[in-house]
DNA sequence: CTGTATCCGCATTGATACTG
DNA sequence: CAGTATCAATGCGGATACAG
């Protein structure tokens, strides 16, 4: 994800695709709703309806789209009880588990910089 | 951003303004034009129209309204010299290169796996 | 060059209803 | 309970024009 300046030699190939994918990821998991799964999923194992009360605010259709793609790139695991009524729990993947690591570095960030942030912003506002 | 169990003591009424005021941070940066911009400004300095060829496929409207959103959040600091034609100038603040330091490692975590996902992918898709 | 304002199409989102 | 589908709204984002 550096600075871009391809000259066409063959090496370049699998970094601009290797830099295309990365931007598309970013796009997919770069959303707030995204974060906010991974982050209240954490080690645990939820219901769709278990993470659907963690994370308020959540549309059940939010939830659902976004739980679909994290599946899709592998992020959560998907695992479906045949019962009646169905009960689907999910997880983080290695990958998922990695990624948070990198989310909780975020949400540490937030609460160091938080006095900073309010600040800024009544000054901004002014 | 723990869970949220709040019992009504004194001390929750900080958590609580803190819990949501993280969240409220968490939407406004966790986009991808946030990230991408904040990547690529690094250590540098750049001048707006600067950033726009960097992050190629942003729109000026995109552009603006992100640089204003992180400056008025703290983590850019905006800079005008008062020339003819104008030169602004942007640089990321200590709060800017923090955040950086954790959009690095989603760089990073996308890198490493980016064959996983690639993986998950086509195993989703059919 | 940088920035604001306006218009407008389109995608995202929530609400609702329905299936297994 | 979990998931899909449909519809309507609204808000995002791009294009454009214009000002300093």
């Not at 974060?35 to 645990?44: M, N």
């Amino acid at each position: 994800m550096g600075t871009k300046q391809y000259t066409g030699s063959p090496e370049d190939a699998d970094l601009m695709r290797a830099d295309s994918l990365a931007r598309e990821i970013f796009a997919d998991v770069a959303n707030k709703w995204a974060f906010l799964i991974i982050e209240f999923l954490g080690e645990r194992t939820l219901r769709f309806s278990e993470l659907r009360n963690e994370v308020e605010g959540i549309s059940h259709k939010m939830l659902t789209q976004n739980l679909r793609m994290l599946e899709r790139n592998g992020l959560v695991q998907r695992k479906v009880h045949p019962t009646v009524p169905p009960r689907v729990e999910y997880t983080l993947t290695e990958a998922g588990r990695a990624l948070r690591a990198t989310v909780d570095g975020m949400c540490g960030w937030t609460h160091t910089y938080l006095g900073h942030i309010e600040e800024s912003r009544r000054r901004f506002d002014a």
